[in-house]
């Protein structure tokens, strides 16, 4: 097993998966989620799908995720859930919200799109938390070329997710509310989706399964590369893994050190992407999206959200997966270095 969960439960997408994580935790109107800004928009639109709202907390300055002392502070009466997010493949530090959440009684959620091959502290990445999503998106380390799951250990929770993912259906005997039942009897519970992952996918996931070592290998081996080869450059900082993690790099994300250089975020990104490097920028603070920014709550984040604004203002996403040849890895690193030359102030 990838996670050494009792259970897991297949959805159409990362998505639904968070959709599902969120109904499953009894996520309702009014309630509270509390989520990193530093994430792609699904992680916060499963929270307004089931009629609650996401409170942003800031990020770790080292590793890009939630900040435990910052998800604290956001804690109020209304908060129903921590969703921690794993950022390009790095842990969370899952002990101290694993602690916020019982101390509250909250449920913990651990979006893991980034993540499947990581580990924390020794474990795999998905045992810690009350519910673990995975993305199987075609860009992740697994991919089912769309596809997600949550896994968990909760029995209660287990059941909630195959109900939801499935129209809110049972057949089960044993959770039909109907006695003595017709055996082609089924029932309609709750309000769920069609939100089942396809058998011709589930074969997909299953296959990519048995590479899922080899997958992580190679990002290692790749980011080892770009540790080596670029920790040099004064202007940008790389990204760290910390002793107690095994990142499944799914991202590898620099910094740019703006003050020692003559030239913007956007232009070293244009220069990067003109001389055929697909350079990226993960991700926009989900508040700053015109649909959050309607609401009054989320116009103060811009404030509230130092280090996120930070980190965005200054990062790149360099190409990194596992097909990648070696010499497209020496092509990288060399364009990274004629352009961060170039960039420099104190260049010759």
Avoid at 16 to 30: I, K, M, T, Y
Wanted: net charge positive; proline share 5%.
């Amino acid at each position: 097993m990838a996670c050494g969960t009792r259970y897991a439960v297949a959805f159409s997408s990362g998505t639904a998966a968070l959709h599902g994580a969120c109904f499953a935790a009894g996520v309702s109107d009014g309630q509270e989620v509390i989520v990193p800004p530093i994430t792609f928009a699904a992680t916060a639109n499963s929270v307004r799908y089931c009629g609650a709202w996401p409170v942003f907390a800031d990020v770790d300055d080292s590793t890009v995720t939630l900040d435990p002392w910052a998800v604290g502070r956001a804690i109020t009466p209304r908060t129903k859930a921590i969703m921690a997010v794993d950022f390009a493949g790095h842990p969370c530090r899952m002990h101290e919200f694993k602690q916020l959440a019982d101390r509250h009684g909250l449920i913990l959620i651990e979006d893991a799109a980034h993540a499947l091959g990581a580990t924390y502290d020794g474990r795999r990445v998905g045992q810690l938390a009350d519910m673990t999503t995975f993305s199987f998106h075609p860009v992740k380390v697994l991919t089912t070329g769309e596809g997600g799951m949550v896994v968990t250990d909760r029995k209660d929770l287990y059941q909630r997710l195959q109900l939801f993912r499935n129209h809110g259906i049972t057949r089960d005997p044993w959770l039909l509310r109907t006695s003595n039942p017709a055996p082609w009897f089924y029932e309609q519970q709750e309000l769920g989706y069609n939100y089942r992952l396809t058998d011709i996918q589930a074969a997909l996931g299953l296959s990519q399964l048995e590479r899922l070592s080899h997958f992580i290998a190679r990002r290692r081996a790749i980011a080892a590369r770009y540790q080596a080869s670029l920790s040099d450059l004064g202007g940008i900082r790389l990204p760290a893994e910390r002793e107690w993690a095994g990142s499944a790099w799914h991202l590898f994300v620099v910094r740019l050190n703006l003050p020692l250089l003559r030239k913007t975020r956007r232009d070293v990104f244009e220069e990067l992407r003109a001389r055929g490097i697909g350079v990226q920028v993960h991700y926009i603070p989900v508040y700053a999206h015109p649909y959050y920014q309607r609401f009054q709550r989320y116009q103060r984040c811009f404030t509230t959200c130092p280090r996120a604004e930070r980190f965005y203002a200054e990062s790149i996403s360099l190409p990194l997966f596992p097909k990648m040849a070696d010499e497209d890895i020496e092509r990288v690193i060399g364009v990274v270095r004629e352009v961060m030359h170039e960039a420099s102030r104190d260049r010759d």
